[in-house]
């Protein structure tokens, strides 16, 4: 079943004509506006008015539009993460939980997507049916993407070493540390533990390298040991900052008050 929306003017029609060839999905009213060098600022700010008003452009956030096919059925939605680098204001890339789904380490598909960004804000959107979680990190934290083509699109992605750590850093965007230890013993086979170990350091947490190191040898990954030198002086880190800091025990090896039994650490083995 096709939308029905209303019909396009002549300088409407131009546009999402030249916005199909060009194969803009996400429009940038300042960025696209070279494309239309026939057009003056009036026309231009008009047309993209009452095509938002006629539903062929839905805003994202100011002066950004989510371009509607013409052809698009109904329900029709465009891919988050295109939406998630058009509502990102820095420098950007999908992390945390929203990756490890993305990358297939966690079966659990969250209708939220989780975009670190180098300044401004953390903040929250909501667009269509989906809600976007904007988590500023530090300059030196900021670190660790790749592009990958979506939909011929390019869009920022953490590289599977870096979402793992940015959700055991930031454990409430991570889905849980649960959650997190699944996605890094299926990661076993996908990534490099020695760039895994190198970015740890590199984010400059002791509390991170403890957590990391202990998990490591727990899911038996190799240079957990690499992470030794990095514990820090901090006298109280629990594995788990969202969960209540009553200790099963104390893992000296990793100075890591262990608040999660092994037991439900592991649990999801059993339908593994």
Request: one cysteine or more; a positive charge; aromatic letters at 10%.
């Amino acid at each position: 079943m096709h939308t029905v929306r209303p019909s396009v003017g002549s300088i409407e029609g131009h546009i999402l004509s030249t916005l199909a060839l060009e194969d803009v999905a996400i429009l940038d009213v300042a960025q696209h506006r070279d494309i239309f060098p026939d057009l003056d600022d009036t026309a231009w700010r008009h047309a993209i008015e009452r095509l938002a008003v006629k539903g062929w452009l839905e805003p994202i956030r100011r002066g950004r539009y989510l371009v509607v096919p013409r052809a698009g059925v109904m329900g029709w939605e465009e891919h988050p993460f295109l939406v998630a680098a058009a509502i990102a204001t820095h420098d950007y890339y999908v992390s945390f939980w929203s990756a490890l789904a993305h990358y297939g380490l966690t079966e659990q598909r969250p209708r939220v997507v989780y975009v670190a960004q180098s300044q401004g804000r953390s903040v929250e959107h909501r667009f269509k049916h989906w809600r976007y979680c904007v988590v500023r990190l530090s300059p030196k934290r900021f670190f660790g993407r790749r592009e990958e083509m979506i939909r011929n699109h390019l869009v920022w992605l953490g590289e599977p070493e870096k979402a793992l750590l940015d959700s055991l850093y930031r454990e409430r965007y991570g889905g849980g540390i649960i959650e997190i230890v699944k996605a890094l013993a299926r990661a076993a086979e996908r990534i490099d533990t020695t760039r895994l170990t190198d970015y740890a350091v590199r984010m400059d947490s002791a509390a991170l390298c403890r957590r990391l190191g202990y998990l490591m040898e727990m899911v038996g990954l190799p240079d957990a040991e690499r992470l030794q030198p990095h514990l820090g002086r901090t006298p109280q880190v629990y594995l788990s900052r969202l969960l209540p800091k009553q200790p099963t025990f104390f893992d000296k090896r990793w100075r890591l008050y262990v608040n999660v039994t092994q037991e439900d650490l592991l649990s999801w083995r059993e339908t593994w």
